[in-house]
Structures are given as C-alpha cells and as structure tokens.
C-alpha cells in the first residue's frame, strides 16, 4: 500500500518510490516496528494507510508521519476513520496534541485536514515548503 501511495501520489510525499521499492523485507519491518500504522480495509483491499510515532523532542504529540487514501476512496469518511484511530491511541498514551505537516503545494490535503480537524497552524514547526498543523486533544 505504502508504494502505491507514493506511485499514485508522489509530489505528497517526501519518501520516493525508487528508493523504497528497493527496500529488502528487513527494511519493511524496522518501518513498521518504529512507529504505529493505521489501516482502512473494505471488503477486498486496503483503502487507507496511515503512520504516526512519537518524536523525542516533542513527547506530548503523537505525529502522523504519512496519510493516504486511495483516490477512489476520497471523500467516504475512510480519512476520518483513520485519523480517529490516530486520536485513539494518543488519547490511551495521554498526548495532548495530534500534529502532521503538509506540503504547501498539496492543497488538497491541507482542505482535508482542516476539514478532519486539523486546523491549527503550528508556525515553529512550518516553514516556506511545509505547514504543520494540529488538533488539540482535550
């Protein structure tokens, strides 16, 4: 699922296909070791992939470090789901704040998360080609 999210939509992603498609299944399992993956299943296939971890420089935040949807799956709450397992387990670890950064140009994305709830913009940890924005857990 990660490869065909970074084929179908490589300019949201700072990870590149070639260089990931190369990687052996010892590389894929330190991957999914470091950090939790949240998935969206339908019947047939998986529909939404998303990862988060836990930054040591920022331990009250549980950071979404990728998030895609398959296009023909936009727009059917599979984002929302994702994003609530995301809330979930930051809740269960006491986080206080969801965050992700998004590049500038993915426009789109950006419309979503807001929409989602991530609408806060996080001006430290945003720059000239990246926004981060959070969603405070309560």
Not at 65 to 87: A, C, N, T, Y
Request: net charge positive.
């Amino acid at each position: 699922m990660r490869l065909a999210a970074l084929s179908e939509s490589p300019q949201a992603f700072l990870g590149r296909l070639k260089r990931e498609s190369e990687f052996e299944e010892a590389d894929w399992r330190d991957t999914f070791r470091s950090a939790s993956w949240h998935g969206f299943f339908t019947a047939r296939t998986i529909v939404g992939i998303a990862k988060s971890s836990i930054l040591a420089e920022y331990p009250e935040e549980r950071y979404v470090e990728s998030f895609w949807v398959r296009p023909d799956h936009r727009k059917r709450q599979v984002g929302h789901r994702m994003l609530q397992s995301i809330v979930e387990e930051a809740r269960r670890e006491q986080r206080r704040v969801v965050r992700l950064s998004v590049l500038r140009q993915n426009r789109a994305a950006i419309d979503a998360f807001y929409r989602l709830g991530l609408a806060t913009i996080v001006p430290h940890r945003s720059s000239d080609d990246e926004v981060c924005l959070e969603l405070a857990l309560a």
